[in-house]
T-cell receptor, first 114, second 114 residues
Framework: DGGITQSPKYLFRKEGQNVTLSCEQNLNHDAMYWYRQDPGQGLRLIYYSQIVNDFQKGDIAEGYSVSREKKESFPLTVTSAQKNPTAFYLC?????????????FGPGTRLTVL | AQSVAQPEDQVNVAEGNPLTVKCTYSVSGNPYLFWYVQYPNRGLQFLLKYITGDNLVKGSYGFEAEFNKSQTSFHLKKPSALVSDSALYFC????????????FGKGTTLSVSS
């Protein structure tokens, strides 16, 4: 059963706490992405990685960190520096080839700050 | 800079009628264009993409999209709407010269009434 998994589905964070969102894929995709979704704002790119041990900042990277130690995994840490972290977080992956490679999305993690 | 605009926050259509969800884009070169659909509290599902060639692209669930280079548009269409098509629709663009990340529009909510 191939695809992208994200965990947990719901996550609650206290003020000043760091939390880590998990993203795993078994599609053998080289590229992985993290997006943040807020109502009425669409999806905004946080970080992406096109190869193991390398990643680039997206449009809203401040207050977030990532790692890419394995091809299958791209965890996102929401740090205490992120002042408004309540949102729906989506992970995606794609091939990196010539041509337009669609991204496949996980089911998302909803983060709420208490 | 790359950008995508979805000028309508919401589109309402009666079941059985044709539907159109609008998208315009701005990229420096030839674009790769995508449509995705999102059901509540779920990840995005890929519908269709345009790379090159035929301006009319057919995708999943009976959807199609028409690429118009002169109007820089990529509108999503379906000849006969179903109540089950009610969801949030996102248009996205990728500039082939700028890596694999996508730029998403803010989304259009499609509501199909019975």
């Amino acid at each position: 059963d191939g695809g992208i998994t994200q965990s947990p589905k719901y996550l609650f964070r206290k003020e000043g706490q760091n939390v880590t969102l998990s993203c795993e894929q078994n599609l053998n995709h080289d590229a992985m992405y993290w997006y943040r979704q807020d109502p009425g704002q669409g999806l905004r790119l946080i970080y992406y990685s096109q190869i193991v041990n390398d990643f680039q900042k997206g449009d809203i990277a401040e207050g977030y960190s990532v790692s890419r130690e394995k091809k299958e995994s791209f965890p996102l840490t929401v740090t205490s520096a992120q002042k408004n972290p309540t949102a729906f977080y989506l992970c995606a992956s794609s091939m990196v080839l010539q041509g337009a490679n669609e991204q496949f999305f996980g089911p998302g993690t909803r983060l709420t700050v208490l | 800079a790359q950008s995508v605009a979805q000028p309508e926050d919401q589109v309402n259509v009666a079941e059985g009628n044709p539907l159109t969800v609008k998208c315009t884009y701005s990229v420096s070169g030839n674009p790769y264009l995508f449509w995705y659909v999102q059901y509540p509290n779920r990840g995005l599902q890929f519908l269709l993409k345009y790379i090159t060639g035929d301006n009319l692209v057919k995708g999943s669930y009976g959807f199609e999209a028409e690429f118009n280079k002169s109007q820089t548009s990529f509108h999503l269409k379906k000849p006969s709407a179903l109540v089950s098509d009610s969801a949030l629709y996102f248009c996205a663009v990728r500039d082939p010269q700028a890596g694999t990340a996508l730029i998403f529009g803010k989304g259009t909510t499609l509501s199909v009434s019975s």
